[in-house]
């Protein structure tokens, strides 16, 4: 790994910066609502701004080309575009500087469409002032802005995958398909995971099991993965790209350790199913059974003939849908997602075994979401009967004094009348919860949500990844979902995987906390605040201060307000570039009213 | 500081918002064109829970009539408990600010998600009429 080079201090007089500043209209996005001229003018005498230009499209390959012309040619060494989001272009114009031989992180950018020519499409003299303000502000960074370099490391072509269900399994043979090693560890004796106990599953009726196996025969085929079983990952050091692992194998013999290079970690480690408490909906009672263990019954039933129950026949069932999920503050807040149309499909499959059994499902809302919608057609078709519950008025399950079990219910589709259901079988449609997993969670710092999930980055555009580097999260660790939705995630991981592994080495973000050596009066009390773990401290000068590490650090910030002595500051958002950034911001004249005038765009 | 705005203008409010959070829901506002004053200034930072006490004071110092902390709240993908770290940061603040004479009703703090743009809208008008008020109760007081 190659060391960061130290930041250089900020220039000796920031003023003496020779910093391009370009005004993006976006077709009229911008400049229709915001007088871009004017912006333009305001900032031509700004200190340290060379070049104060508009665009009709600053993201566009000519504008691009010109921009690194102008760089080139005169000697730009801070770049400002005031445009978009940064979510859209900060890549694109950091990737400008670069190729133009600046440093990227002297680019900033001010989003002046989405935060202010669309947010203020009625107020063009608020807004410009607004965007006069915001580009003031990031030519004020940029001003105060470091070289910084990323931290460059060759990354390992191999990565790690935790848990060997339905998830992992796909992931594992997509990893080695687009050229990376495998590792599988799973921590049961065997794999597949929910799905390797199921027959036949939704949608169409391919077994759960057979699929496992041919999963499993495929990999069995490739000398690039590798699958261990009665295995756990036992620790991890290093960083993203260069993780080295230890893995325990729980053998007759004793315990055998293993020690592992790998680029990227992915966590499939599923889900557990809803334990009902005892009588939670009769549950215990001779008779009510879980979806899980329903779901096994019909698998150990013949193709066509009987299904039984404890040696019985069942003639009649009651699904009882939402145990477990939906449970309201407190409880599972979340909808499980698979258990309504699971239960619909396992109906049909009951109709199929016997079409004289007679099925009731008491619901609160059928999610069968999407293409399953047919199969919910379907087996009202069939002739399943579907009684709607409210919310607050669950059914209930008792013992009838004749054998059997009744199921009390109050129908919404039928003017709200009770209706007491004898049957044979109660089936509690139970939902997913999360996997207990303390220690790995611990030992990959996994970032746990409120519902005991884990967390995505971001739901939709980073939505595997997490903010340990390196470590993804796919199926149904993450949320409840099918079996088809983990693997899209599982195969999201490997693309992901790939993204940072393939070009043979990796860059981390140097925007991270640094202590100035200096004012650091070693107390300490940094370390303790930093869930990372990237602050330890040193020998320095005869003394002991704090020092971060730069390729753990995620560059949160939250150590930087915890220093009782000012000492640590987080790059690219320095205290002195904070402050110069504000008040910039507000050193444009407030609009009065009078100014303001309301022009009404069409 | 500021508190007494030029008669007639909008108040000034700052919003730090949260690079991976808060501000996608703040543009999310501006894509839907959910209007609020242009008189609300944003500026992103990675974390709440990274604010400095001293750059909000100065925000007040400097001339805004509001500081508006958009936080990830329980969402926050770095620290678990980044609500809290937040909230503290806040405390701290109005420590400062009761110190120096600056009501409490200048610095707000809510968590805004990353789909949150009519929340973030409504919190920008509502903070806006609040301070408007504010500063005519000073101004009859005065
Ligand atoms: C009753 C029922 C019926 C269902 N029917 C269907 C259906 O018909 N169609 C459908 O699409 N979906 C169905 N589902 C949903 C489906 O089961 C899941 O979507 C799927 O199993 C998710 O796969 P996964 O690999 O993410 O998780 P899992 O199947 O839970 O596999 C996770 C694996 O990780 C292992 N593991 C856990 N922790 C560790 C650790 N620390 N170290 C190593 N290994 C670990 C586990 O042992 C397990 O093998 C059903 C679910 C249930 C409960």
């Known amino acids: 790994m190659t060391e960061q080079k130290p930041a250089e201090e900020a220039k000796a007089n920031p003023e003496d ?45 000519g504008t691009q080309h010109d921009m690194i012309d102008a760089i080139k040619a005169k000697g730009l060494d801070g770049l400002v575009v005031a445009s978009c989001s940064p979510k859209l272009h900060q890549v694109t114009f950091r990737n400008v500087a670069n190729r133009a031989g600046m440093n990227p992180y002297a680019y900033t950018q001010a989003n002046v469409r ?20 915001l580009v003031r502000s990031a030519v004020a960074k940029t001003r105060l802005s470091d070289e910084l370099h990323p931290l460059r490391f060759d990354t390992v072509q191999r990565s790690l995958v935790v848990g060997g269900g339905i998830t992992g399994l796909r992931a594992a043979i997509g990893l080695a398909d ?36 041919s999963l499993m025969a495929q990999i069995k085929d490739r000398r690039d993965i590798t699958v261990y079983t009665s295995a756990e990952l036992t620790s991890k050091a290093g960083t993203f790209g260069n993780y080295t692992v230890g893995i325990t194998l729980h053998r007759d013999g004793g315990d055998k350790e293993l020690s592992l290079d790998v680029g990227s970690i992915v966590v499939a480690t599923g889900f557990d199913s809803y334990n009902p408490d005892d009588g939670e909906y009769g549950y215990g009672m001779d008779g009510v059974v879980t979806l899980p263990e329903f779901k096994e019954l019909i698998d150990t039933a013949p193709a066509v003939g009987k299904l039984s129950y404890q040696g019985r026949p069942v003639r009649s069932v009651a699904y009882i849908y939402c145990v477990g999920s939906r449970q309201g503050a407190g409880g599972n807040e979340y909808c499980s997602k698979f258990c309504c149309t699971s239960a619909i499909h396992s109906s049909l499959l009951v109709n199929k075994i016997d079409p004289s059994i007679r099925q009731f499902h008491l619901y609160r809302d059928i999610r069968a979401y999407g293409k399953f919608e047919l199969e919910y057609g379907a087996s009202r078709g069939a002739g399943s009967t579907y009684l709607k519950f409210a919310d607050d008025a669950p059914p209930t399950v008792e013992k009838l004094p004749k054998g059997g079990l009744g199921v009390t219910v109050t129908d919404l589709l039928t003017a709200s009348r009770e209706v007491i259901l004898p049957v044979d ?16 969670i611990d030992l990959l710092k996994l970032p746990v949500g409120t519902d005991g999930f884990f967390n995505e980055i971001h739901p939709k555009l980073r939505p595997v990844e997490t903010v340990v580097d390196g470590v993804m ?25 790939a993204a940072l592994l393939k070009k043979g080495y990796a860059e981390l973000e140097p925007l991270v906390a640094k202590i100035d050596p200096d004012k650091c009066v070693g107390s300490g009390e940094c370390l303790s605040v930093c869930p990372y773990e990237s602050i330890t401290m040193i020998e320095w000068d005869g003394r002991q201060i704090a020092s971060v590490d730069p390729s753990t650090c995620k560059g949160c910030g939250g150590c930087v307000p915890l220093c009782g002595v000012d000492a640590i500051d987080l790059l690219g958002y320095t205290d002195a570039q904070m402050r110069s950034a504000i008040e910039e911001l507000i050193s444009a004249e407030a609009p009065t009213k009078a100014e303001a005038v309301k022009e009404p765009v069409s | 500081m500021s508190g007494s705005p030029q008669p007639g203008s909008a108040p000034r409010i700052l919003v730090f918002s ?19 004053p242009a008189t609300v200034q944003t500026m992103p930072v990675p974390c709440s829970s990274g604010l400095k006490p001293s750059w909000l004071i100065h925000a007040l110092e400097k001339g805004f009539d509001g500081v508006f902390v958009a936080s990830d709240g329980e969402e926050c993908s770095y620290l678990p408990d980044c609500a809290e770290r937040t909230s503290h940061i806040i405390a701290k603040t109005q420590e400062l600010m009761a110190a120096k004479g600056i009501p409490a009703q200048r610095l707000k703090m809510a968590a805004v998600c990353s789909v949150c743009a009519e929340p973030f809208a409504k919190y920008m008008i509502e903070f806006s009429e609040a301070l408007k008020r504010l500063d005519a109760d000073a101004s009859v007081a005065s």
């Not at chain 1, 807004?127 to 006069?132: C, Y």
């Open chain 1, 425 to 440: 079988l109660v089936v509690l449609v139970t939902g997913m919860v999360p996997r207990q997993n303390k220690s790995l």
């Open chain 1, 178 to 213: 687009i050229g990376l090693e495998a590792v599988v560890v799973e921590k049961a004796p065997e794999v597949g995971g929910w799905m390797g106990r199921f027959g036949a599953s939704f949608p169409s009726e391919a077994s759960g099991k057979d699929q496992i196996a």
């Open chain 1, 17 to 61: 910066r020779r910093i391009g500043v370009y005004i993006c209209h976006c077709g009229g996005n911008i400049s229709d609502y915001v007088d871009v001229e004017a912006v333009r003018d305001a900032l031509v005498d700004e200190p340290g701004v060379v070049v104060s230009t508009t665009e009709l499209f600053a993201c566009s390959d």
């Open chain 1, 473 to 497: 999260i796919a199926g149904c660790c993450q949320a409840p979902r099918t079996a088809a939705e983990s693997v899209q995630a599982g195969l999201a991981a490997v693309a992901q995987s």
């Open chain 1, 114 to 133: 989405e935060q202010a020519s669309w947010a203020h499409q009625h107020d063009r003299a608020g807004a410009t002032e607004k965007v006069i303000g």
């Open chain 2, 18 to 36: 949260t690079i991976n959070i808060s501000d996608p829901g703040i543009d999310l506002a501006g894509s839907r064109h959910l209007e609020y």
